[in-house]
């Protein structure tokens, strides 16, 4: 397969840049890499466009802008796409473009495979998107976890879940895809002497990452296939009435949902554990200690799913609880991690360390009143409520989509070779910073005070009113903070500041090739004595 | 286009996983010998994970058996007599493929060829035998959640053979375009593990849906 | 240093927060108005209080090592920080400490669970909820009934009546599709599965009315599948039941 070389397309030319076709087309990694981080992007403004119509029908108690109907839809499709189609494909197309650079490969394993990968996703989003503009009635609005029997065809007729599930089906595909890609490229194309305890952060979260998807993705699978039959082909597994069993799905869909939810946040902890040491000017402090809680979380995340499922009834709580609450422990040594290697150091705080420091704010929030919600008692109150939704933006609002502005910040030079403006980059910053607590603390008070989740309405007097406007409002903020980055990208783009090869000073190996990297990747390279090969090369003298 | 090259795929293999190295070893490595298969590998990951969606599907069997007696339902007989046949059928495909991969690795393409196609031929009775089965087994995919969980596991698994069907095509195809005359069967291998998967899965859901009940 | 404020009064803002809740008590949430209640009220309080100094010393430690280590103008542009990777027993405690706390707190969390779900041998009510699309039907144990209107955005909450002080045993179904049973001030919640009957018990401590909610997505009026909870005296209640007609069950 990897061997068959066909010279007969033309190579980007590195100035100009390759015309749309042919990006369409290559299976070069570093541009999948953009695709996918492009494509992502953009449903990241689809997913928040969604959401700022839900914080306008919010803002005020009694139904205002949109039906029931066309709200249930709103956050159905605003969740599907910020977890499927926006953060985890962003992942994937760092991994793409970066995986090969830091292992020091010339692609990934299969680049035909990996251009299909791609493809998958975006059919998938493509039906995701279709099952939200079905027509009236039709369109999907069960949710993003799409529990039956809600989800069947007797409460949800029309084509939208049909198109959901499909879509879904196509994202597993690709994630599988993608997963044994960069198995396979870690495991096999390491350059000579990146042994696996040299292996960059970012590449050995991505490793579990991986997996996790391997493991997790297939059941989910199953669920869905399991669901589509039930709604047109008679099934009746999770019908009650015919003796089937409704929490199947919810067992098969967690399965998935949890390790889901350590994709989504496993590759930023490795995009922020490359940044903070780089502009800490320390190396990273307690690299194995990480490793070894890194594997830890991706052990323990395929046995924590059904804390989602305290309030069935039908789950061992304990069992649960405790994994649960196990999750704390690796995820706090990464945090003492990140704090070591800022400690003693001279810390420049460049644009992607504003954010890695804004990611460590925000997540210990999300991740302590995690930890609240692994005690059933606590969660019996808290579950479906505000309370989970703000625990759960905090993660991944407050982190997963915090590393990313970090990632786009720290890597833009190295892909595009010109910078991003660190002026506009900190109000941007200050920005998201502010919006997102404005948005999302309230949250955390309205599910204390009782509003469940997924209400397209409430009633006033009851403590919700202001909050909700608190929240609207930052919403918004959050809004004009995104359209400041989009201004920021293009006009970057158009005044080139060249970046140089290596604008930060980084370690690992992308920083010891040309910006954006030549069509092989490497044009010699350079020996790998430790974690840090581009530092060496600046620093022989400090090498272990 | 840019793939990588033989030359740096043998150069990143050749080192032992975990070796640090120096400059001189580098280029020592350029010139040792390919180790393990990127396609092998990669097909072994794909597989592993497929494998996990019957797994899937088979804890949603165990729910519902763990809940429902008499299991399987009233008047649903399964015909376990025919799911062996077509074990049998399976058992002997895998087996002939194997054969046909033996022929390759003495570089006689003509026997893999052979081989392959009589793999095949087994393949489709398996298939002939499922459509019996669905045709004149008395319980629907509609009549008990055990009728869906049997159509859904047997059909998925049908659907897997005839994909497995397809890439034995490919196999054959590649081996008339001379993809194998180099005596690289890696290729050809990884595909023979897809259906050999399929045999794999067959002998699982026969074990669980036709012997355990 | 002009790079280290933001960052650092945001961190001081969130942690303030944390404390402004803490003064109160509460912590936010309802105190709980049933004998099971107060149990997961107390699980509540411990779990926020062991919270506040985790979370606090991981504050004060990335804000302490931004404003300590951050580069000052005087060091030379190429300036490096120290270059030490790891220090073994700082390690140790950082793991250690965690396991201790969360073995701690699952300890914790499993005994309220079992206080919060346990039956009474002899209930002095039995009421039978029933969830559908969209609202409730209420029935106590001569058959009398309590049934929602029509949802709607407007439509008045069915009323549920139970008597003070008295255990009540609540056994939860639902015939069409999943909601849940949610009454904020007994901070308990849970689902109504078809196929299932659940039962929990619920002592009330206070008289008073209180909302409740479907707190489980079920679809186009989910919003308006509210109820409200009046808890009065034992003479209020059967003077209530006298009035409600019945229902041959
Ligand atoms: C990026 C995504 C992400 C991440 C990382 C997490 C992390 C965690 N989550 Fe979260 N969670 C979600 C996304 C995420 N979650 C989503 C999307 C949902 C809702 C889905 C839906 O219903 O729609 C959800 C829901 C959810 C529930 C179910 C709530 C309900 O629906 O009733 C629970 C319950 O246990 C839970 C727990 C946890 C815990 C314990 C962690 C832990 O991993 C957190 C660990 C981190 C820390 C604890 C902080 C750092 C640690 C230290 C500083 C060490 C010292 C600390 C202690 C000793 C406490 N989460
Ligand atoms: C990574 C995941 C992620 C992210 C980033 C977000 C981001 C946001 N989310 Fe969402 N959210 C979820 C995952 C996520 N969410 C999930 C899983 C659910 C549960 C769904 C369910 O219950 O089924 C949910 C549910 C959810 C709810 C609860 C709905 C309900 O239960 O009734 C709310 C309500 O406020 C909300 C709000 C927001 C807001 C305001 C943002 C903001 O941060 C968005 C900010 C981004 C933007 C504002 C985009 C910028 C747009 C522009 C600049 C306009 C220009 C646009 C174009 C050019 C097209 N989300
Ligand atoms: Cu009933 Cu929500
Ligand atoms: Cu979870």
Same mark, same amino acid.
């Given at each position: 397969?990897?061997?068959?070389?066909?010279?007969?397309?033309?190579?980007?030319?590195?100035?100009?840049?390759?015309?749309?076709?042919?990006?369409?087309?290559?299976?070069?990694?570093?541009?999948?890499?953009? &695709?996918?981080?492009?494509?992502?992007?953009?449903?990241?403004?689809?997913?928040? =466009?969604?959401?700022?119509?839900?914080?306008?029908?919010?803002?005020?108690?009694?139904?205002?802008?949109?039906?029931?109907?066309?709200?249930?839809?709103?956050?159905?499709?605003?969740?599907?796409?910020?977890?499927?189609?926006?953060?985890?494909?962003?992942?994937?197309?760092?991994?793409?473009?970066?995986?090969?650079?830091?292992?020091?490969?010339?692609?990934?394993?299969?680049?035909?495979?990996?251009?299909?990968?791609?493809?998958?996703?975006?059919?998938?989003?493509?039906?995701?998107?279709?099952?939200?503009?079905?027509?009236?009635?039709?369109?999907?609005?069960?949710?993003?976890?799409?529990?039956?029997?809600?989800?069947?065809?007797?409460?949800?007729?029309?084509?939208?879940?049909?198109?959901?599930?499909?879509?879904?089906?196509?994202?597993?595909?690709?994630?599988?895809?993608?997963?044994?890609?960069?198995?396979?490229?870690?495991?096999?194309?390491?350059?000579?002497?990146?042994?696996?305890?040299?292996?960059?952060?970012?590449?050995?979260?991505?490793?579990?990452?991986?997996?996790?998807?391997?493991?997790?993705?297939?059941?989910?699978?199953?669920?869905?296939?399991?669901?589509?039959?039930?709604?047109?082909?008679?099934?009746?597994?999770? /019908?009650?009435?015919?003796?089937?069993?409704?929490?199947?799905?919810? #067992?098969?869909?967690?399965?998935?949902?949890?390790?889901?939810?350590?994709?989504?946040?496993?590759?930023?902890?490795?995009?922020?554990?490359?940044?903070?040491?780089?502009?800490?000017?320390?190396?990273?402090?307690?690299?194995?200690?990480?490793?070894?809680?890194?594997?830890?979380?991706?052990?323990?995340?395929?046995?924590?799913?059904?804390?989602?499922?305290?309030?069935?009834?039908?789950?061992?709580?304990?069992?649960?609880?405790?994994?649960?609450?196990?999750?704390?422990?690796?995820?706090?040594?990464?945090?003492?991690?990140?704090?070591?290697?800022?400690?003693?150091?001279?810390?420049?705080?460049?644009?992607?360390?504003?954010?890695?420091?804004?990611?460590?704010?925000?997540?210990?929030?999300?991740?302590?009143?995690?930890?609240?919600?692994?005690?059933?008692?606590?969660?019996?109150?808290?579950?479906?409520?505000?309370?989970?939704?703000?625990?759960? #933006?905090?993660?991944?609002?407050?982190? =997963?989509?915090?590393?990313?502005?970090?990632?786009?910040?720290?890597?833009?030079?190295?892909?595009?070779?010109?910078?991003?403006?660190?002026?506009?980059?900190?109000?941007?910053?200050?920005? &998201?910073?502010?919006?997102?607590?404005?948005?999302?603390?309230?949250?955390?008070?309205?599910?204390?005070?009782?509003?469940?989740?997924?209400?397209?309405?409430?009633?006033?007097?009851?403590?919700?009113?202001?909050?909700?406007?608190?929240?609207?409002?930052?919403?918004?903020?959050?809004?004009?903070?995104?359209?400041?980055?989009?201004? /920021?990208?293009?006009?970057?783009?158009?005044?080139?500041?060249?970046?140089?090869?290596?604008?930060?000073?980084?370690?690992?190996?992308?920083?010891?090739?040309?910006?954006?990297?030549?069509? #092989?990747?490497?044009?010699?390279?350079?020996?790998?004595?430790?974690?840090?090969?581009?530092? /060496?090369?600046?620093?022989?003298?400090?090498?272990? | 286009?840019?793939? !990588?090259?033989?030359?740096?795929?043998?150069?990143?293999?050749?080192?032992?996983?975990?070796?640090?190295?120096?400059?001189?070893?580098?280029?020592?490595?350029?010139?040792? !010998?390919?180790?393990?298969?990127?396609?092998?590998?990669?097909?072994?990951?794909?597989?592993?994970?497929?494998?996990?969606?019957?797994?899937?599907?088979?804890?949603?069997?165990?729910?519902?058996?763990?809940?429902?007696?008499?299991?399987?339902?009233?008047?649903?007989?399964? +015909?376990?007599?025919?799911?062996?046949?077509?074990?049998?059928?399976?058992?002997?495909?895998?087996?002939?493929?194997?054969?046909?991969?033996?022929?390759?690795?003495?570089?006689?393409?003509?026997?893999?060829?052979?081989?392959?196609?009589?793999?095949?031929?087994?393949?489709?009775?398996?298939?002939?035998?499922?459509?019996?089965?669905?045709?004149?087994? +008395?319980?629907?995919?509609?009549?008990?959640?055990?009728?869906?969980?049997?159509?859904?596991?047997?059909?998925?698994?049908? %659907?897997?053979?005839?994909?497995?069907?397809?890439? %034995?095509?490919?196999?054959?195809?590649?081996?008339?375009?001379?993809?194998?005359?180099?005596?690289?069967? +890696?290729?050809?291998?990884?595909?023979?593990?897809?259906?050999?998967?399929?045999?794999?899965?067959? %002998?699982?859901?026969?074990?669980?849906?036709?012997?355990?009940? | 240093?002009?790079?280290?404020?933001?960052?650092?009064?945001?961190?001081?803002?969130?942690?303030?927060?944390?404390?402004?809740?803490?003064?109160?008590?509460?912590?936010?949430?309802?105190?709980?108005?049933?004998?099971?209640?107060?149990?997961?009220?107390?699980?509540?309080?411990?779990?926020?209080?062991?919270?506040?100094?985790?979370?606090?010393?991981?504050?004060?430690?990335?804000?302490?090592?931004?404003?300590?280590?951050?580069?000052?103008?005087?060091?030379?542009?190429?300036?490096?920080?120290?270059?030490?990777?790891?220090?073994?027993?700082?390690?140790?405690?950082?793991?250690?400490?965690?396991?201790?706390?969360?073995?701690?707190?699952?300890?914790?969390?499993?005994?309220? @669970?079992?206080?919060?779900?346990?039956?009474?041998?002899?209930?002095?009510?039995?009421?039978?909820?029933?969830?559908?699309?969209?609202?409730?039907? *209420?029935?106590?144990?001569?058959?009398?009934?309590?049934?929602?209107?029509?949802?709607?955005? @407007?439509?008045?909450?069915?009323?549920?009546?139970?008597?003070?002080?008295?255990?009540?045993?609540?056994?939860?179904?639902?015939?069409?599709?999943?909601?849940? *049973?949610?009454?904020?001030?007994?901070?308990?919640?849970?689902?109504?599965?078809?196929?299932?009957?659940?039962?929990? @018990?619920?002592?009330?401590?206070?008289?008073?009315? *209180?909302?409740?909610?479907?707190?489980?997505?079920?679809?186009?009026?989910?919003?308006?599948?509210?109820?409200?909870?009046?808890?009065?005296?034992?003479?209020? *209640?059967?003077?209530?039941?006298?009035?409600?007609?019945?229902?041959?069950?």
């Amino acid at each position: 397969m990897t061997t068959i070389l066909d010279r007969r397309r033309q190579a980007p030319s590195p100035r100009r840049g390759p015309g749309v076709v042919h990006r369409l087309v290559s299976t070069d990694h570093k541009n999948i890499g953009i &695709l996918y981080c492009v494509s992502a992007f953009v449903f990241f403004l689809v997913g928040g =466009s969604l959401a700022e119509v839900m914080r306008l029908e919010l803002m005020e108690p009694s139904r205002q802008i949109v039906s029931n109907e066309a709200y249930n839809t709103l956050f159905t499709i605003h969740g599907t796409v910020m977890i499927f189609l926006f953060v985890a494909p962003f992942a994937t197309g760092l991994a793409n473009y970066l995986i090969p650079l830091q292992v020091g490969a010339p692609d990934m394993a299969f680049p035909r495979l990996n251009l299909s990968s791609f493809y998958f996703y975006i059919g998938g989003g493509i039906l995701v998107l279709l099952a939200g503009v079905a027509a009236a009635g039709q369109a999907a609005a069960m949710g993003w976890t799409a529990y039956p029997p809600l989800s069947e065809i007797r409460l949800s007729p029309g084509v939208g879940p049909d198109l959901w599930i499909l879509g879904l089906v196509l994202v597993v595909i690709s994630n599988v895809l993608n997963g044994v890609n960069i198995l396979t490229t870690v495991f096999l194309m390491r350059a000579p002497g990146m042994t696996m305890w040299r292996l960059p952060v970012f590449t050995w979260n991505m490793v579990v990452v991986a997996i996790l998807g391997l493991v997790a993705f297939p059941p989910a699978a199953a669920g869905l296939t399991l669901l589509l039959i039930g709604r047109r082909l008679g099934g009746l597994v999770y /019908d009650a009435a015919a003796g089937g069993d409704p929490t199947i799905y919810q #067992h098969l869909f967690w399965f998935l949902g949890h390790p889901e939810v350590y994709i989504l946040i496993l590759p930023f902890f490795g995009v922020i554990t490359e940044i903070i040491p780089v502009f800490s000017r320390k190396p990273l402090f307690g690299y194995t200690g990480f490793l070894l809680a890194t594997l830890t979380i991706g052990m323990l995340s395929t046995g924590v799913w059904a804390h989602h499922m305290f309030t069935t009834g039908v789950i061992d709580n304990p069992f649960f609880a405790a994994m649960t609450l196990l999750i704390a422990v690796p995820t706090g040594v990464k945090f003492f991690n990140w704090i070591g290697s800022m400690w003693g150091g001279k810390i420049w705080f460049a644009v992607p360390m504003l954010f890695s420091i804004g990611f460590m704010l925000n997540f210990l929030i999300g991740g302590v009143t995690g930890v609240m919600l692994a005690s059933p008692a606590l969660d019996y109150q808290a579950h479906d409520t505000y309370f989970v939704v703000a625990h759960f #933006h905090y993660t991944m609002l407050g982190g =997963s989509v915090f590393g990313i502005f970090a990632a786009i910040y720290f890597w833009f030079p190295k892909m595009t070779g010109v910078m991003l403006s660190e002026k506009l980059g900190r109000v941007v910053f200050a920005m &998201l910073l502010v919006g997102f607590n404005l948005t999302f603390w309230p949250q955390f008070v309205l599910g204390q005070r009782g509003m469940p989740r997924r209400y397209v309405d409430y009633a006033s007097g009851l403590g919700y009113d202001t909050p909700n406007l608190v929240s609207s409002i930052g919403a918004y903020l959050l809004g004009v903070a995104v359209t400041v980055f989009l201004v /920021d990208v293009w006009r970057s783009l158009r005044r080139r500041t060249p970046a140089g090869d290596d604008p930060w000073g980084g370690y690992s190996l992308e920083w010891a090739t040309s910006s954006p990297p030549p069509e #092989h990747n490497f044009d010699e390279l350079p020996t790998i004595r430790s974690l840090r090969p581009a530092f /060496d090369r600046e620093h022989p003298e400090l090498v272990p | 286009m840019n793939r !990588p090259t033989p030359e740096h795929l043998t150069a990143c293999r050749a080192i032992h996983l975990n070796q640090p190295v120096t400059l001189d070893e580098v280029t020592a490595a350029r010139s040792a !010998p390919a180790s393990a298969s990127p396609v092998r590998f990669g097909t072994i990951l794909f597989l592993s994970s497929e494998l996990l969606l019957f797994g899937g599907l088979f804890a949603a069997y165990f729910g519902l058996r763990s809940r429902t007696t008499p299991w399987p339902p009233e008047g649903a007989t399964p +015909d376990v007599a025919l799911a062996a046949f077509g074990t049998g059928l399976l058992m002997v495909s895998s087996l002939c493929l194997a054969r046909g991969l033996g022929h390759a690795a003495t570089g006689n393409l003509a026997g893999l060829r052979r081989w392959t196609l009589v793999t095949m031929a087994f393949g489709i009775g398996f298939l002939a035998m499922e459509a019996w089965d669905w045709t004149h087994v +008395d319980f629907t995919i509609s009549s008990h959640p055990y009728g869906t969980m049997y159509y859904t596991l047997t059909g998925i698994h049908g %659907l897997h053979v005839l994909a497995g069907l397809l890439v %034995l095509v490919v196999l054959l195809i590649r081996s008339y375009q001379g993809a194998y005359d180099t005596g690289r069967l +890696d290729g050809a291998h990884s595909m023979a593990y897809y259906w050999q998967f399929c045999d794999a899965t067959w %002998l699982l859901i026969f074990l669980v849906v036709f012997v355990l009940r | 240093m002009r790079r280290g404020r933001p960052v650092l009064t945001i961190s001081a803002c969130v942690t303030a927060a944390l404390f402004v809740g803490a003064c109160s008590g509460s912590f936010g949430m309802p105190r709980g108005a049933s004998e099971q209640a107060q149990e997961t009220f107390q699980n509540w309080q411990i779990f926020f209080i062991a919270a506040i100094p985790v979370a606090g010393i991981v504050y004060v430690l990335i804000a302490w090592s931004i404003v300590r280590y951050r580069r000052r103008r005087s060091d030379p542009p190429g300036a490096l920080g120290s270059q030490r990777t790891e220090n073994l027993p700082a390690e140790v405690v950082y793991t250690a400490v965690p396991v201790m706390i969360v073995v701690a707190l699952f300890v914790l969390a499993i005994r309220t @669970d079992d206080r919060v779900t346990a039956i009474s041998p002899d209930p002095d009510l039995v009421v039978h909820v029933e969830a559908f699309a969209w609202g409730w039907r *209420f029935t106590y144990p001569d058959g009398e009934t309590v049934v929602s209107p029509p949802s709607g955005e @407007d439509a008045e909450w069915p009323v549920m009546v139970l008597p003070h002080g008295e255990t009540t045993r609540i056994s939860l179904t639902s015939n069409d599709t999943i909601h849940a *049973f949610w009454v904020p001030e007994f901070l308990y919640k849970h689902d109504a599965i078809p196929g299932r009957t659940f039962e929990f @018990d619920v002592t009330p401590t206070e008289l008073g009315t *209180f909302q409740g909610h479907c707190a489980e997505f079920c679809g186009l009026n989910h919003a308006y599948m509210n109820f409200e909870v009046q808890v009065v005296s034992r003479r209020d *209640f059967d003077a209530w039941l006298g009035q409600q007609e019945q229902v041959p069950a």
